[in-house]
């Protein structure tokens, strides 16, 4: 079975713009997670979906936003890029269930702000 | 507010050695989740080890194991018989129902 997959890799964007990364969970995974990583530092939680509604929120501007779709893939959504956006975006799924299940991880989004 | 807390910015460690790298959490919850996770340089999030937190025995998965002190709030990761693969950034995690929280990582350096 194929892990979490996101896209792009890599990303650049000029500040005030808008980015949308995508995350496909490990297949029969109905939970997607959304993390921040600038470098040096731990995730930070953005987001946690459950079929395909809002299950968690962490302390990030009404400027994230995400959905998750009937497939269970998601979208993270930011708008009016700063350059304090720059990081790793991170992208977990997990097993069938809201349980507290181990989340796995994929290789993430690297967004570069200019 | 549930944090969680890496005091070692770095570790070093001889190969073949065993290296323990220690992690606080605060917390007013009963039922949580508390894991290790390994992020080497190509940067993805490999799940080395899971603690229930009603489960007194502590976890273990080959060379990893922890020592999970619930009362004290503690969450160590003992690596055994450390290898050059080891050699990564460590983070410690806490997870409830809707939250997820990480410390901010131990870098592990493994010398040959």
């Known amino acids: 079975d194929a892990g979490v997959t996101q896209s792009p890799t890599h990303l650049i964007k000029t500040r005030g713009q808008h980015v949308t990364l995508r995350c496909s969970p490990i297949?029969?995974?109905?939970?997607v997670s959304w993390y921040q990583q600038v470098l040096g530092q731990g995730p930070q939680f953005i987001f946690q979906?459950?079929?395909?509604?809002?299950?968690g929120r962490g302390n990030f501007p009404d400027r994230f936003s995400a959905r998750q779709f009937p497939n269970y893939s998601s979208e993270l959504n930011v708008n009016a890029l700063l350059l304090g956006d720059s990081a790793l975006y991170l992208c977990a799924s997990s097993s069938p269930g809201q349980g507290v299940y181990e989340q796995y991880f994929g290789p993430g989004t690297r967004l570069t702000v200019t | 507010a549930q944090t969680v807390t890496q005091s070692q910015p770095e570790m070093s460690v001889q190969e073949a050695e065993t290296v323990t790298l220690s992690c606080t959490y605060d917390t007013s919850e009963s039922d949580y989740y508390l894991f290790w996770y390994k992020q080497p340089p190509s940067r993805q999030m490999i799940l080395v080890i899971r603690q229930e937190a009603y489960k007194q025995q502590n976890a273990t998965e080959n060379r990893f194991s922890v020592n999970f002190q619930k009362a004290a709030k503690s969450f160590s990761l003992k690596i055994s018989d450390s290898q050059l693969g080891d050699a990564a950034m460590y983070f410690c995690?806490?997870?409830?129902?809707?939250?997820?929280?990480f410390g901010a990582g131990t870098r592990l350096t493994v010398k040959p």
């Open positions: 979906y459950y079929e395909k509604e809002e299950r």
């Open positions: 995690a806490y997870r409830s129902l809707n939250d997820m929280r």
């Open positions: 297949s029969g995974h109905k939970s």
